[in-house]
């Protein structure tokens, strides 16, 4: 249960991810700190503050509180990244942080209680509290990038007008065990879930 878990979890977190790399990779850069106004944020302010959560929650994740002293969360909602390669260093710091933690769990550790905030929570829910937090601001970062791109974006899923032949080349292919991020993750085309 553990690993088939864990693999699954992982799956998830590479799509979300992916999900931002190729929002990113269609943008120009003035678009990355775009805001629609004063009280929304940018698409580095946004990775700003998955950056500080992802290092909070996932650094020494079994054995310290997710919510670390060092966090500055109402910084990371300071508009002041100033360069995609610094948006990118972030992103990818973040990132690895949470790849490196998921990768010490085990069956002799999945029954830790993890903390946050005080507030304790079996491994499993700490994973899932993070699976909804994370794919939540993903989705702004999407939403920006077909907003700023508009007839120049690329879907990042079945494109308009695509769904019935999508539909069609899956249920011609024989019923099988496999994860909805397979294809997307190593495919040349993406495919979404939805």
């Given amino acids: 249960m553990t690993a088939d878990y864990l693999t699954s979890a992982r799956k998830q977190f590479e799509y979300y991810k992916l999900l931002g790399d190729r929002t ?8 990355l ?4 106004n004063a009280e929304s944020n940018s698409i580095a302010t946004i990775v700003k503050h998955l950056w500080g959560n992802m290092m909070s929650r996932w650094t ?15 910084a990371e909602f300071d508009n002041d990244v100033q ?14 942080c949470l790849f490196a933690a998921l990768d010490l769990l085990n069956e002799s ?3 830790t209680i993890v903390y946050i905030r005080n507030q304790g929570h079996s491994v499993l829910e700490a994973i ?13 970062i999407v939403y920006i990038g077909k907003m700023v791109q508009d007839a120049g974006w690329e879907s990042l899923s079945i494109p308009r007008g695509k769904s019935q032949a999508f539909n069609a080349e899956k249920f011609a292919q024989p019923q099988r065990r496999a994860h909805f991020t397979d294809e997307f993750l190593t495919g040349p085309a993406p495919s979404s879930p939805h």
Avoid: M, V
């Fill in 24 to 31: 990113f990779a269609q943008l120009p850069d003035e678009a």
């Fill in 33 to 36: 700190f775009w805001q629609y």
């Fill in 60 to 74: 020494d994740f079994l054995t310290t509180d997710g919510e670390k002293e060092w966090r500055q969360r109402e």
């Fill in 83 to 96: 360069t995609r390669a610094e948006l990118l260093a972030r992103w990818e710091q973040g990132w690895s």
């Fill in 109 to 111: 550790n999945w029954h």
């Fill in 128 to 140: 899932n509290r993070q699976l909804a937090h994370y794919p939540y601001h993903i989705g702004q």
